[in-house]
């Protein structure tokens, strides 16, 4: 699973843009006000041959007490309790502040490693001196860099990658399934924790870090373990009028980041809304298993047809993920939560599945039989085979003469096929196209 990285430091320090340097595309909004970057926002980000999801804070004012600002303050701790290496960004031009000591302060107490980037640093001659004042926070060596100007980013991110092996190598002996649980609040995340915890009465441990962290939750059904991550604790947007569009919180984003299954819990009377589709969206782009839980369906009155009803809804909106599996549960009197560990096998199985490939490209002649390649200006779409390349998920490659005319359509088209052989139910299909001379293929 990727680490997740956490750009923290005061307002106006420059991590938005920072942010947007690494990301590659401006997703972060700047402006010269404190406060700007008003929620979290993430992107995939790969040196060398690292990948890792780095998260951009709202600036951190430990001491101020305006609504807005200790919102910002409480989602960049959780951003901390979530990260697996934390940027601390310190402005240069503006010199060691007393808050800047604060914040060195909260990162020494989360015990995570700590880069100290020191930013606006055009010119490290000119500088050289205002760089050392920042060893004062006690925090390790500053790391000069620009980001306006892109200096000194690659010694930083070697420094920031040197943390992700020893990470990964205590991940990979831990071998149990990881199931996150989101979805909006008062949708009944907590009360199916405890049902499912309470009901089987197998819980293994608890362990939980500060109240704003997720909790993860070890479960024991059938001899199987499965680690529950519950991110129920989420609380509401702050309400604020502006033109800033607000994004998923990072607990969210990093229970999904860091699970094999994503839960989404949907209220059976409210139904499913955008904000939902957000965060399948957010499962669905990382190649999480998918299973929509819907939650409360002892409350809504049915006829023979309700059923039938609701789960057209849910395709309708969450039209992305047509494989998710769909359960409709109720945790306040425990009907079908039991479906849910069936629900889970069956995901899990289907997202370590492999498919030889004499049987993948049996189903692409087939394929291409039923429907021809599509052409453009007499020019022929040509595949040569299909070959599986790793699971979790399960990811094909598919050889063509000409990438421009492998259409999207096309390959949905062959996903199809490949879903009407082996269903591939609760995960998603990652598709890579390569173009191949026909010299090659021979």
Same mark, same amino acid.
């Given at each position: 699973?990727?680490?997740?990285?956490?750009?923290?430091?005061?307002?106006?320090?420059?991590?938005?843009?920072?942010?947007?340097?690494?990301?590659?595309?401006?997703?972060?909004?700047?402006?010269?006000?404190?406060?700007?970057?008003?929620?979290?926002?993430?992107?995939?980000?790969?040196?060398?041959?690292?990948?890792?999801?780095?998260?951009?804070?709202?600036?951190?004012?430990?001491?101020?007490?305006?609504?807005?600002?200790?919102?910002?303050?409480?989602?960049?701790?959780?951003?901390?309790?979530?990260?697996?290496?934390?940027?601390?960004?310190?402005?240069?031009?503006?010199?060691?502040?007393?808050?800047?000591?604060?914040?060195?302060?909260?990162?020494?107490?989360?015990?995570?490693?700590?880069?100290?980037?020191?930013?606006?640093?055009?010119?490290?001659?000119?500088?050289?001196?205002?760089?050392?004042?920042?060893?004062?926070?006690?925090?390790?060596?500053?790391?000069?860099?620009?980001?306006?100007?892109?200096?000194?980013?690659?010694?930083?991110?070697?420094?920031?990658?040197?943390?992700?092996?020893?990470?990964?190598?205590?991940?990979?002996?831990?071998?149990?399934?990881?199931?996150?649980?989101?979805?909006?609040?008062?949708?009944?995340?907590?009360?199916?924790?405890?049902?499912?915890?309470?009901?089987?009465? %197998?819980?293994? +441990? @608890? &362990?939980?870090?500060?109240?704003? =962290? #997720?909790?993860?939750? /070890?479960?024991?059904?059938?001899? *199987?373990?499965?680690?529950?991550?519950?991110?129920?604790?989420?609380?509401?947007?702050?309400?604020?009028?502006?033109?800033?569009?607000?994004?998923?919180?990072?607990?969210?984003?990093?229970? %999904?980041?860091? +699970? @094999? &299954?994503?839960?989404?819990?949907? =209220? #059976?009377?409210?139904? /499913?809304?955008?904000?939902?589709? *957000?965060?399948?969206?957010?499962?669905?782009?990382?190649?999480?298993?998918?299973?929509?839980?819907?939650?409360?369906?002892?409350?809504?009155?049915?006829?023979?047809?309700?059923?039938?009803?609701?789960?057209?809804?849910?395709?309708?909106?969450?039209?992305?993920?047509?494989?998710?599996?769909?359960?409709?549960?109720?945790?306040?009197?425990?009907?079908?939560?039991?479906?849910?560990?069936?629900?889970?096998?069956?995901?899990?199985?289907?997202?370590?599945?492999?498919?030889?490939?004499?049987?993948?490209?049996?189903?692409?002649?087939?394929?291409?039989?039923?429907?021809?390649?599509?052409?453009?200006?007499?020019?022929?779409?040509?595949?040569?085979?299909?070959?599986?390349?790793?699971?979790?998920?399960?990811?094909?490659?598919?050889?063509?003469?000409?990438?421009?005319?492998?259409?999207?359509?096309?390959?949905?088209?062959?996903?199809?096929?490949?879903?009407?052989?082996?269903?591939?139910?609760?995960?998603?299909?990652?598709?890579?196209?390569?173009?191949?001379?026909?010299?090659?293929?021979?």
């Amino acid at each position: 699973m990727k680490p997740i990285v956490a750009i923290v430091g005061r307002p106006n320090v420059g991590k938005s843009t920072l942010f947007n340097v690494l990301a590659g595309e401006k997703i972060s909004i700047v402006k010269d006000e404190p406060g700007i970057t008003r929620d979290r926002i993430y992107a995939d980000v790969t040196w060398l041959d690292h990948n890792f999801t780095l998260i951009d804070t709202g600036g951190i004012e430990p001491d101020s007490s305006d609504k807005m600002l200790n919102y910002m303050r409480e989602q960049a701790e959780a951003a901390i309790a979530a990260a697996d290496v934390i940027i601390f960004l310190v402005d240069v031009r503006e010199g060691l502040v007393d808050d800047d000591g604060r914040i060195a302060d909260i990162l020494r107490k989360s015990g995570k490693p700590v880069i100290l980037v020191v930013n606006k640093v055009d010119s490290f001659k000119k500088f050289e001196a205002d760089v050392y004042e920042f060893y004062n926070l006690g925090i390790g060596d500053p790391y000069p860099i620009s980001s306006s100007s892109m200096l000194g980013l690659g010694d930083m991110l070697d420094e920031v990658v040197k943390y992700f092996d020893r990470k990964s190598e205590s991940e990979e002996e831990d071998e149990r399934p990881r199931v996150a649980i989101v979805g909006k609040p008062n949708v009944g995340k907590s009360s199916l924790i405890n049902r499912i915890t309470g009901e089987n009465r %197998v819980i293994v +441990s @608890d &362990v939980a870090g500060t109240t704003r =962290d #997720a909790i993860d939750t /070890v479960v024991k059904f059938n001899d *199987k373990e499965y680690i529950f991550v519950d991110t129920a604790g989420l609380r509401r947007k702050a309400r604020v009028n502006d033109e800033l569009e607000h994004f998923t919180n990072v607990r969210t984003v990093a229970a %999904v980041e860091k +699970s @094999d &299954v994503v839960m989404l819990v949907i =209220d #059976a009377v409210e139904g /499913v809304t955008e904000q939902d589709a *957000k965060i399948i969206g957010l499962a669905h782009d990382r190649g999480k298993g998918i299973i929509i839980a819907v939650n409360k369906w002892d409350a809504v009155e049915k006829d023979d047809k309700t059923i039938y009803r609701y789960t057209e809804k849910i395709r309708e909106v969450l039209s992305f993920t047509p494989y998710a599996e769909i359960i409709f549960i109720s945790a306040l009197t425990g009907q079908r939560v039991n479906k849910i560990f069936e629900s889970l096998d069956v995901v899990i199985q289907n997202q370590n599945l492999r498919i030889k490939t004499g049987i993948l490209n049996e189903i692409l002649m087939e394929a291409m039989a039923l429907q021809q390649p599509p052409s453009d200006k007499g020019k022929r779409l040509r595949i040569y085979y299909i070959t599986q390349v790793s699971v979790k998920p399960p990811t094909f490659v598919i050889f063509v003469n000409d990438k421009e005319l492998m259409h999207f359509s096309y390959t949905r088209y062959i996903e199809n096929k490949i879903r009407e052989a082996f269903s591939f139910s609760g995960t998603a299909l990652h598709f890579i196209i390569r173009e191949r001379s026909e010299k090659e293929t021979k």
